[in-house]
């Protein structure tokens, strides 16, 4: 099985840490953010990786090369111009081994250690194109509880709220590849469409994750790697 890395981000939020090289590349004690998503992948026995870039995507290249020193082999999907992460995954797909019938893919900013195995084999047990990866949503602030005398009744810092998030994680089958956007964004236009047929299917985790979109995103995963909350990348 073969995985899809979107990292053309130019992470314009994280700025200045994304001047001279792709969001996906910006370091957390030391390591680019791809650098571990291949190895969460590569624990997990996928080895082969297409990575979907194009700002400054001669950082990625140049860093990581063929993929040997990280144990994976890695192919690139270069977009000649913007295409959004619809366009781009679609252009990764024409990278897929032929009778690979199905494919991951993530976005180039989650550090995470979500097991892969069993969202696999959820998604072959379903008759889903797509299935994607929901954390909880966790409040980022904390919640005040106030009882029937409007008394305050409790604090709760920054507390699991009943909702779910799009983790930006997917198992794909291959038959999604004639659905995908030539430009734009798939979760704009393919995956509202697959709902509607019900065709995507939802695979809940309470795996360590987190997406890096801000300096603040950036500081607190660096926070939790230094404390060792993210624990190993086991299958």
């Known amino acids: 099985m073969q995985a899809i890395i979107l990292a053309g981000g130019k992470g314009e939020r994280l700025r200045p840490?994304?001047?001279?090289?792709?969001?996906?590349?910006?370091?957390?004690?030391?390591?680019?953010?791809?650098?571990?998503?291949?190895q969460w992948?590569?624990?997990?026995?996928?080895?082969?990786?297409?990575?979907?870039?194009?700002?400054?995507?001669?950082?990625?290249?140049?860093?990581?090369?063929?993929?040997e020193k990280w144990g994976v082999r890695l192919q690139y999907a270069v977009e000649p111009q913007p295409l959004g992460r619809g366009g781009a995954l679609k252009l990764a797909f024409g990278l897929l081994r032929s009778g690979e019938d199905l494919c991951l893919a993530t976005n180039g900013d989650v550090v995470t250690n979500v097991r892969l195995r069993p969202l696999i084999q959820a998604h072959r047990?379903?008759?889903?194109?797509?299935?994607?990866?929901?954390?909880?949503?966790?409040?980022?602030?904390?919640?005040?509880?106030?009882?029937?005398?409007?008394?305050?009744?409790?604090?709760?810092?920054?507390p699991e709220l009943p909702y779910w998030l799009n983790a930006?994680?997917?198992?794909?089958?291959?038959?999604?590849?004639?659905?995908?956007?030539?430009?734009?964004?798939?979760?704009?236009?393919?995956?509202?469409?697959?709902?509607?047929?019900g065709k995507l299917g939802a695979f809940r985790s309470r795996s360590y994750w987190r997406a890096v979109d801000t300096v603040k995103d950036l500081s607190e995963v660096q926070k939790d790697l230094e404390q060792r909350l993210l624990t190993s990348f086991l299958a």
């Open 17 to 38: 840490f994304t001047s001279d090289r792709p969001k996906s590349m910006v370091e957390i004690l030391g390591v680019p953010i791809l650098g571990y998503q291949l």
């Open 41 to 67: 992948l590569q624990a997990q026995d996928i080895t082969d990786v297409i990575v979907a870039c194009g700002y400054r995507h001669e950082v990625i290249e140049e860093y990581f090369g063929t993929g």
């Open 125 to 158: 047990d379903s008759d889903c194109v797509a299935t994607v990866v929901l954390e909880p949503f966790i409040s980022p602030y904390g919640i005040v509880e106030v009882g029937e005398d409007e008394k305050i009744a409790a604090f709760r810092e920054k």
């Open 168 to 197: 930006g994680i997917y198992v794909l089958s291959r038959e999604i590849e004639k659905l995908l956007p030539d430009l734009g964004d798939h979760e704009d236009t393919t995956f509202p469409r697959l709902a509607a047929e």
